[in-house]
């Protein structure tokens, strides 16, 4: 049952091609390399911000950051061209690279909107020192390997990817309620709307595929 809404979830956002999947006991995760890589890193920098940022007035990494910070975005945008107009041939391992390169990126320019000082120049950026780099960078190398080698096991494997993607998703959805100031149910109402989005991508998914088949 578990792996069925697994991949039900994982659809929504991912062609699930399992040759361009990882293999965890000889069975496709939810979601392809190149996804589990960017939900990765996506995590990494997430869990890292909340737990060391949270409390501060944060904004924005400055413009000369920015545009470093964006660098980490050209292999997987070169890998995945490459890829798609059969220019090379990529592999799982250089999806997961990329992806974790591209995913931990993200949430610099994210997260920070969320502090109630984002806009006030008094705030500190978001990456202010080498280990708000360096700790992201390194868990998501970290959590890759565990990844590839397929260690702990498929199902928290699945359950770590799909639960990263309701809570990314469930955070872009939180900025559609700024007028809301109870924290809890905006939250909430925050992962209803990322569970509801996802089911009709995910559905649509499956309809657009039986539809060329």
């Known amino acids: 049952m578990s792996h069925e809404i697994f991949h039900f979830f994982g659809r929504a956002i991912c062609h699930q091609l399992e040759e361009r999947s990882l293999l965890v006991s000889g069975e496709a995760l939810a979601v392809c390399a190149r996804d589990t890589g960017i939900y990765i890193g996506i995590f990494s920098t997430l869990i890292y911000l909340h737990f060391f ?107 770590f990817i799909i639960f990263s993607v309701i809570g990314w998703f469930s955070l872009l959805a939180s900025f559609l309620f700024p007028f809301i100031l109870r924290i809890g149910f905006k939250w909430v109402l925050s992962f209803m709307v990322s569970l509801t989005f996802l089911s009709i991508l995910s559905m649509v998914h499956e309809w657009m595929l039986s539809f060329t088949q």
């Open 53 to 159: 940022k949270r409390r501060q007035s944060i904004t924005i990494p400055s413009i000369k950051t920015s545009f470093f910070l964006l660098l980490f975005l050209v292999p997987l945008i070169v890998d995945g061209l490459g890829s798609y107009t059969h220019l090379f041939e990529s592999s799982n391992p250089r999806r997961l690279m990329t992806g974790l390169a591209f995913g931990f990126v993200l949430p610099y320019f994210i997260y920070p909107l969320l502090s109630k000082g984002s806009l006030d120049h008094r705030s500190v950026p978001v990456l202010s020192k080498s280990m708000d780099l360096l700790i992201p960078i390194l868990l998501s190398g970290l959590l890759g390997g565990l990844f590839y080698l397929g260690q702990p096991s498929h199902l928290v494997l699945d359950s």
